[in-house]
Structures are given as structure tokens and as C-alpha cells.
């Protein structure tokens, strides 16, 4: 008797499952810490919690979870397009960023077509390209960890149906300048996705280039900035003829109400948004300034910031941190990272004195 398991797809078997930034709770009963002394800096989240006006609005909407939300959560979707400067027909909405990613893989990737990603990188893109049946066409950044525009332009296909750009870039802070996503964008017919999840904390975005390009896609999120990880909104700029496609085949009511109302909330917190950009320039600075004697420590423009450990290694160091009670991101786990790389979210003053003093006393053991 065949069993239902050999029905999984072969493309499926390749894939590297995606690995999360631990838990409070699982660093609390695997070491023995009271949670009320862990921090959490593995995972880029906001560290001032939520905007309390979203929180209010959580609240305010209990009453209504019985319901349905509107299938498209237009509401939000047109707040957002005002917050980007864009029309609504230029906006689609997802469940998280990864979710808007999802949808976009139904739409362009199958069986034999190509997905450039320059690595290291944030991994989702890679695991929704493989699940779709498509062939990750991994390129290997260059050691400033900047996209080399070069490889990625001679790695295009006739098959080739998106190119994964982050700016910032997951794990190591720095943006893909203009010039080199213009180069990019013009090289080819396939979409570029710009991943845009840590853009309120640079110097700029270039969302305004979607207006220019028909192949351009700019993916944003409300996990990051505005507070919201844990109730997942994200969505994305794209050109108008995507938009019909989009909507024909994305998850309906995908965005609940609970996360349209705290969307809307925290769009409208101008002071908490105010208040998260300042803690991360901030922050960013003093961790820089504190590790850089200790360590290599690149330059970012994101809500994080990578350091280099070597010799030692990632895995060891990041270990003697968690028996410290705080948790930060060893990046082994990202492809072409090595092993002495280490990715640490800014936190609330206190938090990052307190990284920096542990850090500091490991490195010099
Ligand atoms: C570069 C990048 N893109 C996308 C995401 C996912 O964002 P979302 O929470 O909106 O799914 C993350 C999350 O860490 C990220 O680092």
C-alpha cells in the first residue's frame, strides 16, 4: 500500500525549514531564568512594545471577533496607500510581508522558473520560491555583504521570474544604493521584490521608483516600525496590472479585524513612531560605538546591527549570551553567512547597556 506521504511535492524535499529567533519562554525553562530577566534582541521587534493606541483599539474591537473582516480590508489598504503616497490600485495587503510573498508565488513562480537571491538574506523568499516548485538561483553578495549587481545581471534567465532584493537587508543592515536597483530593474523583464520590512529606520526608501517601472514590487511591513509583529500586516507598492491578478488569487480575509483595527491605530501613533525611530538611532549608535573595539561591527541602517566574532564563533558566543538570560540572532543558520556572524536588535537603553557589557566580557575570554 503506498502511503499518502510519498504524495509530497519532490520540490518540497530540498527546502530548509525557516528557523525563527528563539523565545523568551523557551530560554526560560531551557535555562532556568526567570523570563522577567531574559531580553530578547534575536528577533527585530519593536522594543517598546506596542503603540498604545493600537493596543486600545485591540480592546475596542473584542465585541466584533465573530465576524468576518472585510474580505480585502480596504480600509487599511487605503490608509496605507496614503502613509506610502500611492494610489489604492498601486497597493495589495498580505499577512505579513511573507504573506504578500505567498500570494505573489501563485501568481509568477512554478515548476522550471528561476528566482535570483543574493545571500546572505532574510531566508522566507527562498522557502516560498522552493514550495512553489521554483529554483532559488542563490548569488553570493560581496564581502561587504553590498549586492554585486554584476552576478546577479549575468545569472538572469529566460526563466528568471523575480529577483530578491532587501534594503535593509537582513542580517547585515546595509541598503542596495539607487543606482544598483535601477541597473537591476532595467536588465530584465522579471520583477525585482524589493524588500523594504526595516525602511523607516534608513535614510530613505524607494518606493516612489514603482511609479517608473512596470517590473518593480516594493514589499513593506507593519511588523517592524509600527509595532505589529504579532498581528501580521504586511503588504507591498506594485504596479497597477498586478492588482486584479493579486486579488484574484490571495487568501481571502487574510487580514482579521483585531489586525485592521491596530493597522489603522498605528498608523495614525505619529508620536510612537517618533518615538521607535529615535530609540533605534539612538541605540544603533551606542551598540556600535560600544562593540566596535571588541569586534567588526558593519555599518546598518536598520533596527539591528551584525557583528563579526572572529575568531570565535557565532554559535558559542551567542550561547554564552543566552546563559546570560538574552537572546540575539547567531546567523549560521543563513546561507553563505559563515560562522562568526552575529545579528543583535536594538533595544531600550537599558537592554543594549547591558549587551554590550556581556558581549564586551565574552569577547575577552
Ligand atoms: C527582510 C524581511 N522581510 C520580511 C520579513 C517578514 O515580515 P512580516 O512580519 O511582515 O511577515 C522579515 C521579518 O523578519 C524580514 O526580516
Not at 224 to 239: C, E
Not at 280 to 308: K, Y
Amino acid at each position: 500500500m503506498t502511503h499518502a506521504k510519498e504524495f509530497i511535492k519532490a520540490s518540497i524535499k530540498g527546502i530548509k525549514e525557516y528557523v525563527p529567533g528563539k523565545s523568551t519562554e523557551e530560554i526560560a525553562v531551557g535555562y532556568g531564568i526567570e523570563s522577567g530577566n531574559i531580553i530578547k534582541l534575536g528577533s527585530n521587534e519593536n522594543p517598546l512594545g506596542p503603540s498604545p493606541m493600537a493596543v486600545e483599539a485591540v480592546h475596542n474591537m473584542a465585541g466584533t471577533i465573530s465576524v468576518y473582516p472585510s474580505v480585502d480590508a480596504a480600509e487599511l489598504k487605503r490608509a496605507l496607500a496614503d502613509y506610502v503616497g500611492y494610489p489604492e490600485d498601486n497597493v495589495v495587503l498580505g499577512a505579513g510581508m511573507d504573506g504578500v510573498v505567498d500570494t505573489l508565488m501563485r501568481l509568477f513562480v512554478q515548476p522550471g522558473t528561476d528566482v535570483i537571491i543574493p545571500t546572505p538574506t532574510f531566508s522566507y523568499f527562498g522557502i516560498a520560491v522552493g514550495s512553489a516548485g521554483g529554483v532559488p538561483v542563490y548569488v553570493k553578495r560581496q564581502p561587504d555583504y553590498s549586492v554585486d549587481t554584476d552576478s546577479v545581471i549575468s545569472a538572469l534567465s529566460d526563466s528568471t521570474r523575480f529577483i530578491y532584493l532587501v534594503s535593509p537587508n537582513n542580517p547585515s543592515g546595509n541598503t542596495v544604493p539607487e543606482a544598483d536597483v535601477r541597473k537591476i530593474v532595467e536588465s530584465t523583464r522579471a520583477l525585482v521584490f524589493l524588500d523594504e520590512a526595516y525602511v523607516e529606520f534608513a535614510n530613505r526608501s524607494l518606493t516612489g521608483l514603482v511609479t517608473e517601472y512596470d517590473n518593480l514590487i516594493v514589499g513593506r511591513t507593519m511588523s517592524k516600525a509600527m509595532g505589529l509583529a504579532g498581528l501580521r500586516v504586511g503588504y507591498a507598492v506594485v504596479p497597477q496590472w498586478i492588482i486584479g491578478q493579486y486579488m484574484k488569487v490571495t487568501t481571502p480575509f487574510a487580514i482579521s479585524r483585531i489586525s485592521v483595527a491596530a493597522g489603522l491605530a498605528a498608523l495614525q501613533d505619529t508620536d510612537y513612531r517618533k518615538r521607535t525611530i529615535e530609540n533605534v538611532l539612538t541605540g544603533r549608535q551606542f551598540l556600535s560605538d560600544g562593540l566596535s573595539g571588541h569586534c567588526r561591527v558593519f555599518p546598518s541602517e536598520a533596527n539591528f546591527i551584525m557583528i563579526d566574532v572572529s575568531p570565535k564563533k557565532s554559535k558559542d558566543v551567542t550561547e554564552a549570551l543566552l546563559e546570560l538570560g538574552i537572546i540575539v540572532r547567531d546567523c549560521t543558520s543563513f546561507r553563505d553567512a559563515g560562522e562568526s556572524l552575529i545579528r543583535i536588535t536594538v533595544g531600550t537603553p537599558t537592554q543594549n547597556t547591558r549587551l554590550v557589557d556581556a558581549i564586551t566580557r565574552i569577547l575577552q575570554l
